[in-house]
């Protein structure tokens, strides 16, 4: 990747952070903290040994700019780490539970609802369901897999039964599953 500073190069230097934050960091050589830590320095050398060269101002800019807010730098400047969406067994990130709106929301697609609806949301192979307080915004998740369908869960029944919710730095709500008893498909 060349050294350019337009919107599509933004957009593959988030989507290469992504992959190499939150799911393969041994793809470029590189090793996160339990809590998903990188040296600046050290991931911009690795990926330049990979042949994707990036600034670190342009870094800087994505993780600033990112309406998503996916990325986090250490207030020091010297780390970044993906605020959630993790896959790797190299983080475990140490979130404080809280205690989640009474109903959360979760975007998906029409053609996954009946498997929901039988076996509930599970994480796949990231650590946690990545959940919403905004309509709006699980909508906007369930365009991007299709047909949209927002899931209405019933978040203080979970905490009423035990389960324990966490809020990332960039506001997704965090659990490890919804049993489909909590779950009701948004009509309207």
Known sequence: MQKTKTPDADVEISKFLSYVLRHKP???????????WAK?????????????????????????????????LSADGLYIRAAQG???????????????????????AERFWE??????????ERHYVHLSSERETAMAVGKR??????????????????FLFHLSEN?????REVPPMYIARCEG
Do not use: Y
């Open 40 to 72: 600046v320095d050290t991931l911009l050398s690795l990926a330049a040994d990979q042949g994707k060269t990036i600034a670190h101002e342009q870094l800087v800019k994505v993780v600033k700019q990112s309406d998503k807010k996916r990325f986090t």
């Open 26 to 36: 041994e793809a470029i050589g590189l090793c996160l903290d339990s809590e998903g």
């Open 145 to 162: 897999h299709g047909e949209p369908v927002v899931l209405v869960v019933q978040a203080a029944a979970m905490v009423q039964d035990g």
């Open 86 to 108: 993790h896959s790797t067994e190299q983080v475990n990130i140490s979130f404080t539970p809280q205690i989640p709106p009474d109903v959360l929301f979760h975007g998906t």
């Open 115 to 124: 498997s929901i609806r039988a076996r509930g949301l599970t994480p796949g």
């Open 171 to 175: 506001g997704v709500w965090l659990t």
